[in-house]
T-cell receptor, first 118, second 118 residues
Framework: AQSVTQLGSHVSVSEGALVLLRCNYSSSVPPYLFWYVQYPNQGLQLLLKYTSAATLVKGINGFEAEFKKSETSFHLTKPSAHMSDAAEYFCAVSDRKAKGGGADGLTFGKGTHLIIQP | EAGVAQSPRYKIIEKRQSVAFWCNPISGHATLYWYQQILGQGPKLLIQFQNNGVVDDSQLPKDRFSAERLKGVDSTLKIQPAKLEDSAVYLC????????????????FGPGTRLTVT
């Protein structure tokens, strides 16, 4: 089974600084990779996804992530942090093959809580 | 477009009691998922439906958890009897995809039901 590791349960950056959230996956073949954001008391919202097209993926709210096969990584970045970026971020991989077709269920990392300091 | 609806938003029960959660996916979405998110962890897939059939329930504790999607639209997840360790947020998600080549299709999440077992 595939797995996802997010380094750092909490990351704190100053407003306007670079945001870097780390994600590594384990897989024998390149998987589909996702970043989701979760605001308090809300469901998860997709930021971006890698589906074996371009290795540099651009998402919403100025976020982007780069797939690096040699490093089995899919780190999330944003050049300049805003206060509104404070939230929980989850990296996820699509793994098990659903026997009936359709999109596979996701395996999530434990999440990284992003704190923005004024 | 209306999002994924879930109810109730919050539920508090005593151990050994029963509880049920309801989910109405986005109209036209063939695939429906239930995830369990324990505090401090990423969501874990419990069960996946394709229309009204189960395609993956490998991580569902079948001795106490059950789920159904009788008409291929809304779904109910039940716990009977509940244990303390079932305290979590239960997330429902749906996906439009119906073809294997679109296995990476985006999943849309509801706000979740927060269950507290005392």
């Amino acid at each position: 089974a595939q797995s996802v590791t997010q380094l750092g349960s909490h990351v704190s950056v100053s407003e306007g600084a670079l945001v870097l959230l780390r994600c590594n996956y384990s897989s024998s073949v390149p998987p589909y990779l996702f970043w989701y954001v979760q605001y308090p008391n809300q469901g998860l919202q997709l930021l971006l996804k890698y589906t074996s097209a371009a290795t540099l993926v651009k998402g919403i709210n100025g976020f982007e992530a780069e797939f690096k096969k040699s490093e089995t990584s899919f780190h999330l970045t944003k050049p300049s942090a805003h206060m509104s970026d404070a939230a929980e971020y989850f990296c996820a991989v699509s793994d098990r093959k659903a026997k009936g077709g359709g999109a596979d269920g996701l395996t999530f990392g434990k999440g990284t809580h992003l704190i923005i300091q004024p | 477009e209306a999002g994924v609806a879930q109810s109730p938003r919050y539920k508090i029960i005593e151990k050994r009691q029963s509880v049920a959660f309801w989910c109405n996916p986005i109209s036209g979405h063939a695939t429906l998922y239930w995830y369990q998110q324990i505090l401090g962890q990423g969501p874990k897939l419990l069960i996946q439906f394709q229309n009204n059939g189960v395609v993956d329930d490998s991580q569902l504790p079948k001795d106490r958890f059950s789920a159904e999607r009788l008409k291929g639209v809304d779904s109910t997840l039940k716990i009977q009897p509940a244990k303390l360790e079932d305290s979590a947020v239960y997330l429902c998600a749906s996906s439009l995809v119906a073809e294997a080549r679109l296995r990476h299709n985006e999943q849309y999440f509801g706000p979740g039901t927060r269950l507290t077992v005392t």
